[in-house]
């Protein structure tokens, strides 16, 4: 953690991160190569919250765990307040697309977890997380099992466990995807909420252009795979603080939308063919 | 149908089969009694045995040691199998090399192995409890590896990102998820030891059920091989109940069938 932020005050004001020309290839069973990402370069300010916008399986969470450090990508660079990474990104918190949470720890379990490992005494970790599920609403479900809760629940359990351990960069994949309409919005006010109280480098990815442009400084469209590239970057100029609801009544927001839907159209529709539909 | 009605039905399912024996066994049938009782008994004599056998104590030395065997075997197979299924899961190259005597021992019927172990370790608890331990070894075994092995690659990638070291993985992920397989096949695995320490007794032993049984056999006592049979199905129903206990409690975190019902 502090050497990626040591090696970060050489240069002027060092993106949290930094993707450069990425190209990422899968190995395939039949021993052929499958380019998902070709020539993709991004940079997120720190602090900035950045949303990826793209077609199903076009490579977004690829470019994640490409940050993450998940992935090696087979060229291009990261670079991770201004120093190259190597392994794992220390600095990054991960909320993934899949349930990723201990099916045997409790909720508060979970949420401790990351302080324990890193040395924190168990009990002053547990009362840590305990405040962090009371933070994300969940104060009275600390002893219940992930599969106790419901799919909103556990995302927030989720989002606790990673923020417990204060990530100068958050990676979220699609963490809202499965849950309905109703609480997408309160998680995304929770998000923004808790956000703003400690403003760090987020990568955020959907495939909802709405919750995107409702929560991002800025929305990056990636075209359909293979081979994706970045084709889209538009600032998002509406004031902070954001009330997700009520800002997509917001006539800018229905501006930004329609000019930005004009372009995800087209790729969503390839994405579409290509996929056979399946997405 | 309610639990009530459910009981009534299995008790009658006794009563019926119960009765036919008796029946069958005492009462002539056009002149003839259909089961001869030298060949078949009669429940009522299977019932005084059972009965006598407490009431003189003669019983207890017998469970205590097809007890004492089958804890060991389980135990020990468990321990090993534990142990091996989680290294060879960590270490592919020595599960591909050691792969075909794996199998190869697995496939072999373990009664043949009796007779060696009787003769290796002697008549005592020991020989029992090694042919226990050949069946539980294995249970155990495949399922801790496939536990390491089936861990989620989501669970495990939160956890390196979490910032976890190799061995707080082990800890954390792949011990957890290993022991929930093996809790789940512990019902098998318990019934293996019996099976291992009752066999066993069987072919060669001087206490025990399995000798007990063995006993009658020897002197066409059939009242006696039934009631030791009898006995030795309640001693595996009960010991399955503590099994249930103990998977309630320890598998608390997973989700259960029944849960959405309360
Ligand atoms: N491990 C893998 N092996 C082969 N192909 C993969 C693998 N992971 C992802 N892909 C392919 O890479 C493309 C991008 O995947 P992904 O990043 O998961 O898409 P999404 O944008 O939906 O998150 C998809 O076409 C997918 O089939
Ligand atoms: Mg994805």
Redesign the pocket.
Known sequence: MQQAATGADAAASPCAVHLADLT?A???ADRST?T??RDASLSVADGEFVAIV????????????AAAGLLVPATGTVEIFGAPLVGLNRTAGYLF?ADALFPWKTSLENVAIGLEVAGTPRQEARDEAAAWLRRVGLGSFGDRYPHMLSGGQRKRVGLAQVLIRHPKILLM??PFGPLDAQTRQIMGNLLLELWSADRKGVMF?T?DLEEAIALADRVVI?SA??A?RIIGDWTIPLARPREVAEIKLDKAFHDLHREIWAMLRDEVMKGYVQ?GGL? | MSRLTLLTLQILVAVVVIGLWQVLTSVPIFGTVLLPPFFFSRPLDVALRIVKWFADGTIWVHLWITLTESVLAFVIGSLGGGLVGFWFARKPLIAAVFDPYVKMINALPRVVLAPIFALWLGLGIWSKVALGVTLVFFVVFFNVYQGVKEVSPTVLANGRMLGMSERQLMRHVYWPSALSWMFSSLHTSVGFAVVGAVVGEYLGSAAGLGYLIQQAEGVFDVAGVFAGMVVLAAFVIVIDMLVSMVERRLLVWRPMAHDAHG
């Open positions: 990422i899968f190995r395939l499958f998902a990402v793209g077609p199903t399986g076009c490579g977004k969470s690829t470019l994640l765990n697309q994949d699609e990815v495939h990636m795979g293979p994706a996929t997405g």
